[in-house]
């Protein structure tokens, strides 16, 4: 089962997801760079086809896609098949909404065919050899299940951050050990579906949030959620036992963790060819803002808005009914947005984002 139903639907991804976007951004000029070197549609494909892997709502996939258009079309003609997938339980109607806007052109006006996919990034979802291009930002950090290991002390499968210590919060190695094991091999089913569905020659960006040698995409949003939930069992509002068996199933990989399934695995290295692989500390626009503004409340505003579009269904879906019935999850938010507003350099936050481009041999 995946270990998410996607994000908070209802166009409240979109509009607290700038962050995500800046991520991708900082890797769209290698695409440009590769589809520049794309092997032409073969006589029996007649299009371009691409596919980008875990769109949500969209305002960001689109983005991307539409800026890769741009790029083909500055080289070919040929219709483009402009495909986008996310788990089943997303939010398909905001994509759709956002693709077919009532006030401007449609992608498709410009020979640009669309289509959606409900499926999983770690299994199949088109048939063998027929993409050019395939991208994913921001998603394949989920888990494709949940590892059975406990996480008692924490709730991430990551060391807690040492700026935001906590009596009692603590993970060791040997804990990590299974979840790093399923990041492993959730990219190993990644890279071999993707190997599968490319032409020879077709290309694969792969961005996700990571961790450099100082900073982790976790630190701060998890501290505050981490604090929150801790904060409510010390008040009698959360059961201890919710705590130590909640585990947020997002792993924060390093860029070595990245392309170890292509170094490491002899089908995936005969599969690929490693172009570029890369972190970056991009630009966090509410960070931005708050340096110009100091407004401290507008800042941890968005911040609690920017963490609650991708955690709330999680902690929805792990939250007791009756706990549910009582508003917690608007409480807990709440609080969140409280801590960051009275400590907001204990939940400092820096966007890592690590990627690598790839080439179908
Ligand atoms: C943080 S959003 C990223 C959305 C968009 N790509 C962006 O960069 O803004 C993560 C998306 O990945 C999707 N996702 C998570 N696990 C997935 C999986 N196994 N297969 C496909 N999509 C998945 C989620 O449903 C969610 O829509």
Redesign the pocket.
Known sequence: M?T?T??KGGGY?DAN?KE??SA?DAFLPWLEEAIAALPAPDSNQQSWNFL?????EGA??IHAMKHLIETVRRQSDLPVWALF???PT?DFNQLFLNLFPASSPRLSATNVYIAAIGG???GRLVPPQSLHLATT????G?F?TRPAAKLPHFILPMQPNPHAPREGVEVSASELIPFQNQAHQDLCHFYTARADELVSGGKLLVQIFGRNETHSTGHGLMDVLSDALLDFVEADMLPRSFYESFVFPAYYRDIEELIAPIRNKPELAAAYRIEHADSRDVPVPFNTAFATTNDRETWAHSYTSFLRA?SEPVLAAALPDELLKGNIIEKLYQRMERLLMDHPQRYEFHFISIATLLTRV
């Open positions: 995946p998410t996607g994000m991804y997801s995500q976007r991708s980008d892997i875990g769109s949500s960001n996939a997938d996310d788990l997303n999983s990034a770690f930002f921001n998603a394949i989920f494709e991708f």
